[in-house]
């Protein structure tokens, strides 16, 4: 008697998360925002001339359900660039996932700390906000489990850039494609504009 006891009170509870769920449409997306998930890796930008080299420093992506924070420093940079454009500090941003299909594959991929496996096998919309010294930017990103692209707009001191990225997975690492814009702060209309092509990789 027990026994049925407690099986019943299991059906129960088991009956109430599934009614939750298809009332809701989102028992996983539930699962989904209880998990904190914290990834760093390696980012690196690939040299521009023959005998240039490359840089290269650690990110972080952290954060729990839909909103994450991010963070890049590539050691050294701050010695090539205009102090008010990097800083040694780095970018940090704050994102947010609008819109996200999260499935089982989502959950299995995070709780085994994959989270290059998550971000692709997941589609989603997001948006985020970021700052780099005296800059501040924005975007946002898509994927419908193919593709994976987004585009951003960076208000800069001196410089503004604007164009569009997308993400590719490519062996270990991930590709970002970007394709973009930049020109004097706030004239883009006289120019001069300059464009680049160019593949980063974390």
Do not use: R
């Not at 970021?130 to 585009?151: E, H, L, R, V």
């Amino acid at each position: 008697m027990e026994k049925k006891v407690k099986i019943g009170i299991i059906l129960i509870i088991a009956s109430g998360f599934l009614i939750y769920g298809a009332a809701t449409g989102s028992l996983m997306s539930y699962a989904f925002d209880q998990i904190n998930y914290n990834y760093t890796g390696f980012a690196s930008i690939p040299n521009n001339t023959v005998n240039g080299g490359s840089l290269g420093g650690p990110y972080n992506i952290n954060g729990k359900g839909q909103k994450f924070k991010f963070t890049v420093a590539l050691k050294g940079a701050e010695n090539f660039e205009d102090p008010l454009c990097y800083t040694k500090d780095g970018l940090t941003a704050d994102g947010k996932l609008d819109t996200i299909n999260v499935n089982s594959n989502t959950i299995m991929a995070l709780m085994n700390k994959d989270f290059k496996k998550a971000m692709f096998v997941t589609p989603l919309t997001g948006h985020f906000n970021m700052s780099c010294a005296a800059w501040t930017g924005y975007g946002n990103f898509t994927n419908n489990g193919t593709d994976f692209p987004g585009n951003f707009k960076i208000d800069g001191a001196v410089t503004d850039w604007e164009g569009t990225f997308k993400f590719i997975p490519d062996g270990n690492k991930i590709a970002i494609i970007t394709s973009y814009i930049w020109y004097p702060h706030g004239q883009k209309a006289t120019g001069p504009i300059h464009n680049v092509n160019k593949t980063y990789y974390m």
